[in-house]
């Protein structure tokens, strides 16, 4: 059983369009990190949310933490190229007295020139 | 340049061959992890080690053994590999701060015939 369920799975759009990925749990969060990961790589973090409603932002990427805290969304605007990969949310638990983190699935993001 | 190393990058094992992975940061962070990354299942938490000297199961532990032989090092031991192993593999390092986010190796891809 996935804690964490991304959509969509995939996604292809032209450069320019705007997209949103979401990131969804039946459990609350003490906070949501938001990483991207490129062929070959491991993942980059890109962004840590931590108070329900808040919004970030990182250039052309905007991310929201929801208000009770069991869900995140991804918001790019003019998708780039440069902008291809996976994107992963993921999450800390404490299980048995120590910290875990639970990865959703992934969407996998192309952005065709 | 502090980071995560991972070694080999790529494996090709027969079944009931063994192996270790190897897996060194030099970031002075007390946690490690493994996990393993499959098409459509995300990162799976194989093994974690909170601090030096233990090291507790993850999500997908069967098949798998580690140690923890020092701060710097945790190693992943394959004693005898089938296909179902087969997979891209990645270490992490992390802070103590719950959240915190993790550092990644840029994986090892082994296949099992």
């Known amino acids: 059983t996935q804690l964490l369920e991304q959509s969509p799975q995939f996604l292809s759009i032209q450069e320019g369009e705007n997209l949103t990925v979401y990131c969804n749990s039946s459990?609350?969060?003490?906070?949501l990190q938001w990483y991207r990961q490129e062929p070959g790589e491991g993942p980059v973090l890109l962004v840590t949310v931590v108070t329900g409603g808040e919004v970030k932002k990182l250039k052309r990427l905007t991310f929201q933490f929801g208000d009770a805290r069991k869900d995140s969304s991804l918001h790019i605007t003019a998708a780039q190229p440069g902008d291809t990969g996976l994107y992963l949310c993921?999450?800390?638990?404490?299980?048995?007295?120590?910290?875990?983190?639970?990865f959703g699935t992934g969407t996998k993001l192309q952005v065709i020139p | 340049n502090a980071g995560v190393t991972q070694t080999p990058k790529f494996q090709v094992l027969k079944t009931g061959q063994s192996m270790t992975l190897q897996c060194a940061q030099d970031m002075n962070h007390n946690s490690m992890y493994w996990y393993r990354q499959d098409p459509g299942m995300g990162l799976r938490l194989i093994y974690y080690?909170?601090?030096?000297?233990?090291?507790d199961k993850g999500e997908v532990p069967n098949g798998y053994n580690v140690s923890r032989l020092n701060k710097r090092e945790f190693s992943l031991r394959l004693e005898s590999a089938a296909p179902s192993q087969t997979s891209v593999y990645f270490c992490a390092c992390k802070l103590g701060a719950f959240d915190s986010p993790l550092h990644f190796g840029n994986g090892t891809r082994l296949t099992v015939t």
């Open positions: 993921a999450g800390p638990l404490m299980s048995g007295g120590y910290q875990k983190v639970t």
């Open positions: 459990s609350v969060f003490s906070s």
């Open positions: 080690s909170a601090s030096e000297g233990t090291t």
